[in-house]
């Protein structure tokens, strides 16, 4: 990732300060895609349209949450895959809780039992995989594990294994599900960043950054004080959101909406 991204904008210490994404960038952020593969592909559009209106250096951070649940698990990773090639540099893809569960299943089957229930299930038929029909099979979620990892490309496993936890950017920083308030980032667990509620929902300013969020689905992006969550439940929903940040400008971007929804702030 480019190291501009990273730069704090200047700030003179006698104005208030204003919240504002890395100077001379345009900031896309994605929110949990959930197997939607057409949905992406609709998103992706219209980020790159904007981006070319814009004229600015822009990249993308997806926040996780790519598989499991919507039918096309293994389309989402290899289409990531593809754009990040594409785009050395300027491309972050951060880890969610569901990736988190299927590398557990990959490691060990027996979880294979919970993750199916929470859209693993999904995530297995996307690659011709079977879930056993029987919860406590053992034998049978060994199997599995092994069909699967027979079955995912080496890339796609790699893929998985260089998710980032969280990226800072400027005045925002961007992680799947919300960080433990009080905690400075670079004390942050990892279970705290990929699946954190309540602690963090009820905070109204977690830490000094705005937090990007997805993992706690809304029918809209829910915007507070000190964060932005931008999981509209794609899965279910049909709609896919992306956050637009351009100095202290925010756009959402959806899927499903006939045009993007606009909201300019400085907070």
């Known amino acids: 990732m480019s190291r501009q991204w990273l730069s704090q904008n200047p700030s003179d210490p006698t104005q208030p300060r204003v919240t504002a994404a890395p100077e001379g960038w345009v900031i896309y952020a994605v929110g949990d895609i959930h197997g939607r593969l057409d949905l992406l592909e609709q998103?992706?559009?219209?980020?790159?349209r904007d981006a070319e209106a814009s004229g600015a250096g822009h990249g993308v951070v997806f926040l996780g949450d790519y598989v499991d649940r919507g039918p096309h698990s293994k389309g989402v990773i290899e289409r990531l895959t593809r754009l990040k090639a594409e785009r050395p540099g300027r491309v972050v893809?951060?880890?969610?809780?569901h990736e988190d569960m299927l590398l557990s299943f990959?490691?060990?089957?027996?979880?294979?039992?919970?993750?199916?229930?929470?859209?693993?299930?999904?995530?297995?038929?996307s690659y011709g995989i079977q879930a056993p029909k029987l919860?406590?099979?053992?034998?049978g979620w060994e199997s599995t594990r092994q069909a699967l990892v027979q079955a995912m490309p080496t890339h796609h496993v790699e893929f998985l294994n260089s998710l980032d936890l969280y990226f800072d950017g400027g005045d925002y920083l961007f992680v799947h599900a919300?960080?433990?308030?009080?905690?400075a980032v670079e004390?942050?667990?990892?279970?705290?960043?990929?699946?954190i509620r309540r602690p963090f929902l009820e905070v109204e300013q977690p830490i000094e950054k705005v937090v990007i969020?997805?993992?706690?689905?809304?029918?809209?992006?829910?915007?507070?004080?000190?964060?932005?969550?931008?999981?509209?439940?794609?899965?279910?929903?049909?709609?896919?959101?992306?956050?637009?940040?351009?100095?202290?400008?925010?756009?959402?971007?959806?899927?499903?909406?006939?045009?993007?929804?606009?909201?300019?702030?400085?907070?």
């Open 187 to 195: 004390e942050q667990v990892e279970k705290d960043l990929l699946w």
């Open 135 to 139: 919860r406590h099979d053992q034998a």
């Open 213 to 267: 969020h997805g993992h706690s689905a809304n029918t809209a992006p829910k915007i507070a004080a000190g964060r932005i969550g931008i999981d509209t439940g794609a899965y279910a929903t049909g709609v896919l959101t992306a956050l637009r940040l351009q100095g202290p400008e925010r756009e959402f971007l959806r899927t499903g909406v006939g045009s993007p929804q606009v909201l300019r702030a400085a907070g």
């Open 43 to 48: 998103l992706l559009g219209h980020i790159d």
């Open 106 to 125: 990959l490691r060990d089957p027996s979880g294979g039992s919970t993750w199916v229930t929470h859209g693993g299930r999904e995530c297995l038929a």
């Open 178 to 183: 919300g960080v433990r308030p009080g905690v």
């Open 93 to 97: 893809t951060l880890k969610g809780n």
